[in-house]
């Protein structure tokens, strides 16, 4: 299996290749060149395996230059009962007649991201070995919250790695930004930074393309990744628990073998909803991918015109992690509904930067119509679903998931389609305690770990573990930066000689 660039289908790589160089150099995403297939009888000895050994199976798929011996160690390791809080690692829950829950947040850091960021520093360091790659990996990580946390603490003291993870200053929950600046490990770097998700973001992509700064870096023998769902290393777990989702509403009786179901993902960057697209695309029966947003919903008006428009406020959110208005992953969807046609994305995502916005062609608006529906809801109705969801089902959500159960009913109303649907759950309750809080009517005035507790003596819920042990941890990072200061921070993390 070859891996190709959004935006120069010429370029051939490696599985390895694309996971230890993360993005393209010409500023494309890495895409597999063919999507491989699961026959009838795959699916049937998926139903039967483990939550590793499934995640193996479908990683290996596309991940062909790693051996069958490597991706079960590799999943064995990062899928582990001691890390997840489930043994089932990604269990579906029955909501309702019509909704299941797959619970993706049992991982070390109560948010989905763990799925993917586990099993990345395995990926990650083994493609470096393939690709004869002797430089340290200085992992550069934009995070809206989640994503950080994870991949630090799945990089911490990993071998030949150093990671740096920067979040907007007010873009975070109390409790996120906790969870990193307590990180501990000796290759860790981390900064809150003044400006939003999307100046982050749009900053590290600006290094990621800078060649000098690319030279610059490897005379102190060290290379930049990257952690972000840009990575493929990150998105090919992602698929692994939409195909085990799948085999689980089997073997509950929730569906039968091959009969279609909807998948609804609550969307920031388009990472995850992507990977439930792969899923669809290898045959799992996928019929409606229901895509929802919060009050930036920037995807939302695009899946309804066929405009991708940025231009638009910003706004801070109770679901943070969505608070997104340039959604990478987005450019993986358009090449492969284009018929990888690099010049056509090329010309998009030019017109992104030069116009803040394109329209995509009338095939491509076609295809999308017939995959997705996009939906969003604001923070009002994100509160009420949250009470809602609690008091009629006695279950807990956290803001994010609120998002996507709320977009799923409206998807209901508005189509009739009363076919079984898998909301993908992303976040822990308990990491946006505050907001959980004032949805269920209790608002306080205080922040961070104390409202863990209060949460749980409200709700009869318990904290997970890992949020639990914040409290009396030490802040070892609570420096903020000017944008412009990212750049001079990274360089002398890099030159700092490793502990
Ligand atoms: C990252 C995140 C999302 C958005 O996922 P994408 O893959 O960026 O679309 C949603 N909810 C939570 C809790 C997250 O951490």
Redesign the pocket.
């Known amino acids: 299996m070859e891996f190709f660039s959004t935006r120069d289908a010429s370029l051939r790589v490696s599985a390895a290749k694309a996971i230890s160089q993360g993005l393209s150099f010409e500023g494309g995403l890495f895409a597999p060149v063919e999507i491989p297939k699961l026959t009838d009888a795959e699916i049937d000895s998926l139903c039967a395996m483990t939550y590793p050994q499934r995640a193996a199976y479908v990683i290996g798929k596309y991940l062909t230059d790693f051996s069958e011996e490597e991706l079960t160690n590799f999943a064995n390791a990062a899928y582990h009962q001691d890390k997840f809080s489930s043994s089932a690692i990604a269990p579906v829950r029955k909501l309702n007649d019509t909704a299941n829950i797959l619970e993706l ?1 049992h991982g070390p850091t109560s ?3 763990d799925m993917a960021l586990q099993i990345l520093p395995y990926l990650l360091t083994a493609s470096m070995r393939k690709c004869g790659e002797t430089k340290t990996a200085c992992i550069l990580v934009a995070t ?4 950080g946390k994870a991949a630090l603490e799945g990089f911490a003291d990993v071998e030949g790695t150093k990671i740096a993870v920067f979040y907007p200053k007010d873009g975070v929950s109390r409790v996120q930004e906790l969870q990193m600046t307590t990180q501990s490990g000796n290759n860790v770097y981390v900064s809150s930074v003044i400006g939003n998700f999307d100046h982050v973001q749009s900053k590290m992509k600006e290094i990621f393309a800078d060649e000098e700064l690319r030279a610059e870096v490897a005379k102190s023998n060290t290379f930049f990744s990257s952690a972000n ?1 840009i990575n493929w290393g990150r998105a090919v777990p ?1 698929i692994a628990y939409y195909v085990s989702g799948y085999c689980d509403l089997i073997n509950s009786g929730e569906i039968a073998k091959g009969e279609q179901f909807n998948v609804c ?11 439930a697209y792969y899923a669809r695309e290898m045959g799992i029966p996928i019929a409606k991918l229901i895509c929802a947003s919060n009050r930036n919903n920037v995807l939302a008006d695009f899946f309804k015109t066929g405009k991708y428009d940025k231009q638009r406020e910003f706004y801070t959110t109770t ?1 943070p ?2 608070d ?1 208005l340039v ?1 990478s ?1 987005l450019e993986r969807l358009l090449f492969h509904l284009s018929g990888n046609d690099d010049a056509t994305i090329k010309k998009y995502m030019a017109k992104l930067a030069s116009d803040g916005a394109y329209t995509v062609n009338a095939e491509i608006f076609a295809k999308l119509n017939d995959l997705f529906y996009g939906g969003f809801c604001d923070d009002a109705d994100t509160m009420e679903t949250i009470s809602k969801t609690f008091s009629e089902y006695n279950y807990l959500v ?1 803001t ?2 609120a998002v996507g159960i709320n977009v799923y009913n409206q998807y209901v109303a508005e189509t009739g389609d009363v076919k079984k649907t898998l909301i993908a759950s ?2 822990s309750p308990f ?1 946006f305690a505050d907001s959980v809080l004032a949805a269920l009517g209790v608002d306080l005035e205080i922040d961070g770990c104390e409202l863990l507790e209060i949460l749980s003596k409200t709700t009869g819920v318990k904290i997970p573990a890992p949020l639990a042990s914040l409290a009396g941890k030490e802040e070892r990072f609570v420096n903020t930066l000017e944008r412009e200061q990212i750049i001079d921070r990274i360089m002398e993390f890099v030159c700092n000689s490793r502990d």
């Open positions: 947040w948010a989905f991201k809206s919250g989640d994503t769902s992602q993902v609550p969307t920031g960057n388009f990472g995850n909803i992507l990977a679901s992690a969505m997104i959604s992953n956290d994010h998931t992303t976040a990491k």
